[in-house]
């Protein structure tokens, strides 16, 4: 069955009252990932959030919604396998992944925030930005990208345009994946011996390392600027990587109301085989390696 409602948490910020949560790891309870989650019942509760999400996928392109989800975070804090774990099981037509990089001296030359309206969700679409608009906020702010001008007007100018998103019936959704020091730390070297990994490592990234409390400041700016009642941040800790997935999706369910289409039951049509016999061509197979 469907996901309904929201969950609700008070919360109060500069922009006044609003229902939401927002948990920094920094005061997160340690008992709360003490427990390890075998992989058996992380892909139990995965299938079963899958089937909502598909569940979910019905509903939006039915009804013609349009849903915005941005992941934001540290380097190593696990955005792209949360992403992966949302999309991996619905289609890409409807769920659609943009990551946008680094932007051609002509985007440079716009107003900031003009290359990801393009981007923004129809009727009918999920989109998910893997980094969003609050790069500005975050990477582009530390690493001197941008002029600490810049960087203000971005904070004045955010909540208004996610304002003018909601009014046009944007679900927008805004999730930060919270990790500790020393996990970005175990998590930067894996990706350095693995050969799988090591195209996630940047010079970017290295440069970024020794940033850490500078990004705890922007990050902190950051929410309080544009924490807001139309488009609450969300924390999500992720120091566990399987939980981090499962919590995420579970909690984006119940931000969206929505409702299981009647379905008609599917049945394979009898077929006949043997009436043509294939023609006898010089077809190269892949070889069977394995």
Same mark, same amino acid.
């Given at each position: 069955?469907?996901?309904? +409602?929201?969950?609700?948490?008070?919360?109060?910020?500069?922009? %006044?009252?609003?229902?939401?949560?927002?948990?920094?790891?920094?005061?997160?309870?340690?008992?709360?990932? =003490?427990?390890?989650?075998? =992989?058996?019942?992380? *892909?139990?509760?995965? &299938?079963?959030?899958?089937?909502?999400?598909?569940?979910?996928?019905? $509903?939006? /392109?039915?009804?013609?919604?349009?849903?915005?989800?941005?992941?934001?975070?540290?380097?190593?804090?696990? &955005? +792209?396998?949360?992403?992966?774990? /949302?999309?991996?099981?619905?289609?890409? #037509?409807?769920? #659609?992944?943009?990551?946008?990089?680094?932007? @051609? *001296?002509?985007?440079?030359?716009?107003?900031?925030?003009?290359?990801?309206?393009?981007?923004?969700?129809?009727? +009918?679409?999920?989109?998910?930005?893997?980094?969003?608009?609050?790069?500005?906020? %975050?990477?582009?702010?530390?690493?001197?990208?941008? @002029?600490?001008?810049?960087?203000?007007?971005?904070?004045?100018?955010?909540?208004?345009?996610?304002?003018?998103?909601? %009014?046009? +019936?944007?679900?927008?959704?805004?999730? $930060?994946?919270?990790?500790?020091?020393?996990?970005?730390?175990?998590?930067?070297?894996?990706?350095? %011996?693995?050969?799988?990994?090591?195209?996630?490592?940047?010079?970017?990234?290295?440069?970024?390392?020794?940033? $850490?409390?500078?990004?705890?400041?922007?990050?902190?700016?950051?929410?309080?600027?544009?924490? @807001?009642? $139309?488009?609450?941040?969300?924390?999500?800790?992720?120091?566990?990587?399987? #939980? /981090?997935?499962? =919590?995420?999706?579970?909690?984006?369910?119940?931000?969206?109301?929505?409702?299981?289409?009647?379905?008609?039951?599917?049945?394979?049509?009898?077929?006949?085989?043997? #009436?043509? &016999?294939?023609?006898?061509?010089?077809?190269?197979? /892949?070889?069977?390696?394995?």
């Amino acid at each position: 069955m469907g996901k309904k +409602g929201k969950e609700h948490r008070k919360h109060k910020s500069k922009h %006044g009252d609003r229902e939401a949560q927002t948990t920094t790891a920094d005061a997160a309870d340690p008992a709360a990932t =003490n427990d390890t989650l075998s =992989n058996k019942d992380y *892909e139990h509760h995965l &299938k079963k959030l899958h089937v909502e999400l598909v569940t979910l996928q019905q $509903w939006v /392109v039915k009804k013609g919604l349009k849903v915005c989800i941005l992941f934001e975070g540290r380097d190593g804090a696990g &955005k +792209g396998g949360t992403i992966k774990a /949302v999309t991996e099981r619905v289609s890409p #037509r409807v769920f #659609r992944i943009v990551a946008l990089p680094a932007p @051609t *001296e002509r985007e440079k030359s716009q107003m900031y925030l003009q290359r990801y309206v393009p981007h923004l969700p129809a009727a +009918g679409e999920v989109v998910i930005f893997d980094r969003s608009w609050y790069n500005r906020a %975050g990477v582009e702010r530390v690493m001197g990208f941008c @002029t600490e001008e810049e960087a203000k007007h971005f904070l004045l100018v955010a909540p208004s345009f996610e304002k003018m998103m909601v %009014g046009t +019936g944007i679900i927008l959704l805004k999730y $930060w994946l919270e990790v500790s020091p020393e996990e970005q730390t175990r998590r930067l070297k894996a990706r350095i %011996g693995d050969g799988r990994k090591t195209w996630k490592l940047s010079p970017m990234d290295l440069k970024s390392y020794d940033r $850490w409390d500078d990004y705890t400041r922007a990050r902190d700016k950051m929410f309080a600027a544009t924490d @807001t009642s $139309w488009a609450p941040w969300y924390v999500a800790l992720s120091e566990d990587k399987k #939980r /981090v997935r499962l =919590n995420v999706i579970s909690h984006l369910l119940k931000q969206i109301p929505y409702k299981s289409l009647p379905t008609e039951e599917v049945k394979l049509p009898k077929r006949k085989i043997g #009436r043509y &016999k294939p023609a006898d061509l010089p077809i190269k197979y /892949v070889p069977q390696a394995f």
